[in-house]
């Protein structure tokens, strides 16, 4: 919360300090529309800046909404100074540039929005298939502890591996059907005899095959053969 206090005392003293130089130094403030209208439009410019940074929660598009703040409040700071020093200012070009600038920041604002919005969401699905992929891995893990099979020990900690490098940026739908075998080698293994070695390593055999086909899934997706839809 105190960290929110600083830029809110920082950007009250700077707007009483831009209130304070237009009414001490701008002549017939209050009786030139286009005065008036600098110190509104400056103001506001501000207050925008205000609330991008003591609102924003993201850091990337905090630090991106802050540069294009205070690139606005520079380009209308500089406008009010041509505009009061003008010696014949028209209004209407006045309000117009400042119309379109504001459309120029709310469409830049909501384009970056947009971008950190669809990153969040590329976030949120990388973290949903590591962890799918971390859990595949464990489970291969726990099976090595429990078995007691040097050759079966050693396929597994193979597919182990195989899992820890596979391409987890996207998923194909296999990713299921490897869970349930998994699984199901998991019972297999919890109450099964040395006689039954070979049938278990056949299981791990046909978990890899799926996993390669997985894998070669995952390539066609990355060149644009296929499609999952994930």
């Known amino acids: 919360m105190k960290k929110k ?7 009250a003293l700077a707007i009483i300090t ?3 130089v237009y009414i001490l130094f701008v002549d017939g403030l209050f ?3 286009i005065k008036w209208l600098s110190l509104t439009f400056v103001l506001l410019a501000e207050i925008s800046l205000l609330a991008k940074t003591v609102f924003g ?3 990337i598009i905090l630090n ?5 703040g ?16 003008a010696t014949d200012p028209k209004i209407k070009p006045f309000i117009a540039i400042h119309l379109i600038l504001l459309f120029l920041l709310t469409a830049l604002d909501l384009s970056i929005l947009y971008a950190q919005k669809r990153t969040d969401e590329s976030d949120a699905k990388l973290a949903t298939n590591q962890s799918i992929f971390s859990d595949l891995c464990a489970l291969c893990d726990n099976m090595i502890v429990e078995t007691n099979s040097d050759a079966l020990k050693k396929e597994l900690s193979s597919l182990s591996e195989s899992l820890r490098f596979s391409d987890n940026s996207s998923l194909t739908g296999g990713e299921a059907e490897i869970t349930l075998k998994l699984e199901d080698l998991k019972q297999k293994i919890a109450s099964s005899e040395a006689t039954e070695e070979d049938a278990l390593l056949s299981n791990v055999k046909e978990i890899n095959d799926l996993l390669r086909i997985r894998n070669n899934n995952i390539k066609q997706i990355k060149r644009g053969f296929l499609n ?3």
Do not use: D, W
């Not at 206090?5 to 950007?11: A, D, Q, R, S, V």
């Not at 690139?71 to 041509?82: E, Q």
């Open 70 to 85: 205070i690139a606005y409040l520079a380009v209308v700071a500089i406008l009010s100074i041509i505009y009061i020093n």
């Open 5 to 11: 206090f600083l830029p809110l005392i920082c950007f």
């Open 31 to 33: 009786q030139s529309p």
């Open 57 to 59: 929660k993201k850091a």
């Open 64 to 68: 991106s909404q802050i540069f294009v």
């Open 228 to 230: 999952y839809g994930k």
């Open 18 to 20: 831009t209130a304070t």
